[in-house]
Every structure is written in C-alpha cells, then in structure tokens.
C-alpha cells in the first residue's frame, strides 16, 4: 500500500513495484488510510509522513495498535530527531524524497 498525497509518488513507485510483480493499492489521505488498513491487510505500507487530515506518524502509532506490518516512510523530512521518532513509534525503515528508481 502506498499512503501520500501526491499523484506523482503513487505512479512512479506503482510502475516500478508492479513491474517487480506487487499489487499496488493507493491511498492519498490519512483517515482513509487507516479504513484500506483495516479492510485489506495489506503486507507492505510506504507512508509519507507530511499528509492531509491525519499525518503519517499518527497513522503509524494507530496501525501498530493493529498490525506489525512492515511500514517504510517516504518523506522529504530527513532530521535526525524526525527520522529516530518515525522509527521510534514503529517504523521500519525511512527512504527520503526524492528518491532515485535505479
């Protein structure tokens, strides 16, 4: 699942990660993130942080109640302190926009 509200993330990373045989859902907003996360368990999320409604690190603390899926932020935020909160409250892992596809 890819969580972020910009069009151009979702079809860049859904021409690759297709490409590489993965089912791609696309969320553009928090709240309704956490609706997908319920109803279609996905086995992968790549979350922005910077979202409308409800940001990526309130998602992420709200999926860890539910789920240990793996969860990956993408996100232009790249401060020490932001990216050992993001892991702190259950990320995975941390990749910075932008980012290359090679």
Known sequence: MIVDDELVVHEILTHYLKREGFQVLSVYSGDHAMDK???DK???ILLDIL???MDGLE?????RKISDVP???ITSKDAT???ALGLGIGGDDYIKKPFSTV
């Open 81 to 83: 302190h932001e990216i």
């Open 71 to 73: 969860i990956i932020f």
């Open 51 to 53: 979202l409308p409604r």
């Open 37 to 39: 996360i319920v109803t």
């Open 42 to 44: 996905p086995d992968l």
């Open 59 to 63: 998602i992420c603390h709200e999926i």
